[in-house]
C-alpha cells in the first residue's frame, strides 16, 4: 500500500511496504522517497521555475538509532518530524523522478495533473537531462502528489541499477543508504 504524507509545504514522503533494497546479509532496509518542490533560480521566479528533486531515504524505523536519537533530541518527536530531519540533516540518495516517465513521454497524461514547462539542464555529472518545470509551489506539491507519487513503484522495479549510480567523493548511492541504515 502506498502512503503519501505531507511534511511541509514543500515536502512530500512516499512509503510502500514493498520499497526496499537488500545489503545481501541482514534484513533488508526499507526505503522511502522524499519529493521536494524546489526554486533552483533561487528568488528568481519566472513563469515556470519550480521543479521536484527527488530523494531516497531509509524508511525510519530502518534508520539508524543515532539519527533517531538526535531528531529526539531537536525535538522532532513524530515521525513525520523524524522523516524530515532525517532528510534535511543527512540528504538521501538523489533520484531522477522523471526517468521513470520521461519528461516528453508522460506530457499526454500529466497534462491533466498540472501545467509544465520541460527544459533541458545539466546535471551535476555533466549529462543533459530533461526536467519539468512547474508553475508555482502549490502546482509542483500537486503534481509531486497527483503524478510523481503514483508513479515512484516503478523506480523499485530497478532499485540495484538506481543504487549503483556513483555519488560524489567516490562514494555509491549504496554506501549513502548504509550509512543512515541501522547497522
Not at 512509503?15 to 526554486?39: I, K, M
Not at 523524524?82 to 508522460?106: C, F, H, L, T
Not at 498540472?114 to 549529462?127: D, L, M, P
Amino acid at each position: 500500500m502506498l502512503t503519501i504524507t505531507e511534511l511541509c509545504d514543500r515536502l512530500l514522503y512516499v512509503e510502500s511496504d514493498r520499497w526496499q533494497c537488500s545489503f545481501g546479509h541482514g534484513e533488508p532496509v526499507r526505503l522511502g522517497l522524499v519529493l521536494e518542490a524546489v526554486n533552483p533560480g533561487g528568488g528568481e521566479e519566472d513563469e515556470y521555475s519550480f521543479v521536484i528533486d527527488a530523494s531516497l531515504i531509509p524508511q525510519p524505523e530502518y534508520l539508524d538509532g543515532e539519527i533517531m536519537e538526535e531528531a529526539k533530541a531537536e525535538g522532532a518527536k513524530s515521525r513525520e518530524e523524524q522523516i524530515r530531519y532525517a532528510y534535511e540533516g543527512y540528504g538521501g540518495v538523489p533520484v531522477n523522478i522523471d526517468a521513470v516517465q520521461p519528461a516528453k513521454a508522460s506530457c499526454g497524461f500529466s497534462s491533466f495533473v498540472a501545467e509544465s514547462s520541460i527544459r533541458s539542464i545539466k546535471a551535476g555529472s555533466g549529462e543533459e537531462m530533461e526536467v519539468r518545470h512547474l508553475r508555482d509551489r502549490e502546482e509542483a506539491m500537486r503534481f509531486a502528489r497527483d503524478f510523481y507519487a503514483v508513479y515512484a513503484s516503478v523506480l523499485f522495479g530497478f532499485i540495484d541499477v538506481v543504487l549503483d549510480r556513483p555519488l560524489p567523493a567516490g562514494k555509491t548511492s549504496w554506501d549513502r543508504i548504509r550509512q543512515m541504515a541501522k547497522k
